[in-house]
Nanobody, 127 residues
Framework: QVQPVESGGGLVQAGGSLRLSCAAS????????MGWFRQAPGKEREFVAA????????YYAEPVKGRFTISRDNAKNTVYLQMNSLKPEDTAAYYC????????????????????WGQGTQVTVSS
């Protein structure tokens, strides 16, 4: 059973930083594309960032470009999302996801391309 587990959320003031971690038990993350999504209350889930299995390619949603950085440490089987210059509109539950198939070095931005999801970690940014 594959289970991504997020950690690192919390309450931070606007302009502050947080680093989210995602450890995927049950599989070696180095073989799979990984992504971060978020969902604010009353809103649909939205894509935040993605990283290819090797880590050589990353992609960001426009609202977080230049502020967020996705990375992976395959030796630790962990993916990270470094969030800087946080804004109140970044407040949401953040979810880590793992693709369902290995092979190649693509990343994905659609939720439907991910097979396994974590339970989420809450990020709250106060103004």
């Amino acid at each position: 059973q594959v289970q991504p587990v997020e950690s690192g959320g919390g309450l931070v003031q606007a302009g502050g930083s947080l680093r989210l971690s995602c450890a995927a038990s049950g599989r070696t993350v180095s073989s799979y594309a990984m992504g971060w999504f978020r969902q604010a209350p009353g809103k649909e889930r939205e894509f935040v960032a993605a990283i290819s299995p090797s880590g050589s390619t990353v992609y960001y949603a426009e609202p977080v470009k230049g502020r967020f950085t996705i990375s992976r440490d395959n030796a630790k089987n962990t993916v990270y999302l470094q969030m800087n210059s946080l804004k109140p509109e970044d407040t949401a539950a953040y979810y880590c996801a793992s693709s369902g198939t290995s092979g190649g070095d693509a990343y994905y931005i659609r939720g439907g391309d991910y097979a396994y999801w974590g339970q989420g970690t809450q990020v709250t940014v106060s103004s």
